[in-house]
């Protein structure tokens, strides 16, 4: 006897199962913590009428090996503005952290078959005083970190965490000069928390600055002492009319930036 015709209705609900299965089986293998303040979480081309231009370069385009951690601690297809959610009471628009994967996993050194699952964690205008162990910042970050790895159910670990912060801490003289020891205290109780002695991490160098101690701040970020600890330089990359936010092309460079500081561990 010869099969009937799934109805049109039926056979569209099974193709659309079947693709909501595929998108959560997959699960991320490198899991990156993305925390600082604005220019981790995004502004470019966010600086102008209180809103996102809506840009997103093709750097900075959905994948289905980029995934980000939800507000609600699920992994998801990942997409601008990518710290929606948690840079909250701020307009969103582009960061590092999307241009980051993509380049990632454009490099010849990346594991074949990696899936990259972004851990947003950022929020503006925040001092490093705030991200100091126990605070609500801090909290939240660990928090996530370990429920990151514990939804790839064993196929994902922490490969490193991206650490761009320091712009609010130039207002006071105070700020910029404790800030190599609290870098170094942030940097050994993270390692602690998440139980990963040697993680690695990718500090940013600030261009800008809300005060006038830029250039302690940089000094002092040049002075944080940790192993395993490496470093980028924003300077010299387009800010926008705001004179304190990188422009979304400067994001997408930074990003770059990011992943070959990453990949350079690999060798």
């Not at 010869?2 to 193709?15: F, G, H, I, V, Y």
């Not at 190599?180 to 390692?191: K, S, Y």
């Not at 092309?249 to 990011?258: D, H, S």
Request: charged share 20%; with cysteine.
């Amino acid at each position: 006897m010869a099969m009937r015709a799934l109805p049109l209705a039926l056979l569209l609900a099974l193709l659309a199962s079947t693709a909501v299965t595929a998108s959560a089986a997959r699960t991320p293998t490198l899991v990156f913590i993305l925390a600082g303040q604005s220019n981790m979480g995004g502004r470019g081309g966010a600086t102008l009428n209180n809103r996102w231009d809506g840009v997103v370069p093709r750097e900075c385009a959905p994948s289905p090996r980029t995934l980000r951690l939800s507000p609600s601690l699920r992994w998801e297809e990942a997409r601008e503005p990518l710290h929606e959610g948690i840079d909250v009471g701020n307009v969103l628009g582009v960061g590092p952290g999307m241009p980051f994967a993509h380049a990632l996993l454009r490099a010849p050194a990346c594991p074949k078959g990696a899936v990259v699952g972004l851990v947003p964690c950022a929020q503006g205008g925040t001092p490093i005083a705030n991200w100091s162990r126990g605070s609500d910042l801090y909290d939240r970050m660990v928090t996530r970190a370990r429920a990151a790895v514990a939804g790839t159910k064993g196929k994902g670990r922490i490969a490193a965490m991206l650490w761009f912060q320091g712009e609010t801490d130039t207002i006071r003289r105070e700020d910029a000069l404790a800030y190599t020891a609290r870098m170094e205290a942030l940097i050994r109780d993270v390692r602690r928390d998440l139980g990963i002695p040697n993680l690695l991490v990718i500090q940013v160098g600030i261009a800008t600055g809300q005060g006038k101690f830029v250039d302690l701040v940089r000094k002092a970020q040049r002075a944080v002492r940790a192993p395993n600890l490496r470093y980028v330089d924003a300077m010299g990359l387009p800010v926008a009319n705001d004179f304190t936010h990188l422009t979304t092309p400067a994001q997408v460079r930074l990003g770059k930036m990011l992943a070959d500081a990453y990949v350079a561990t690999l060798h």
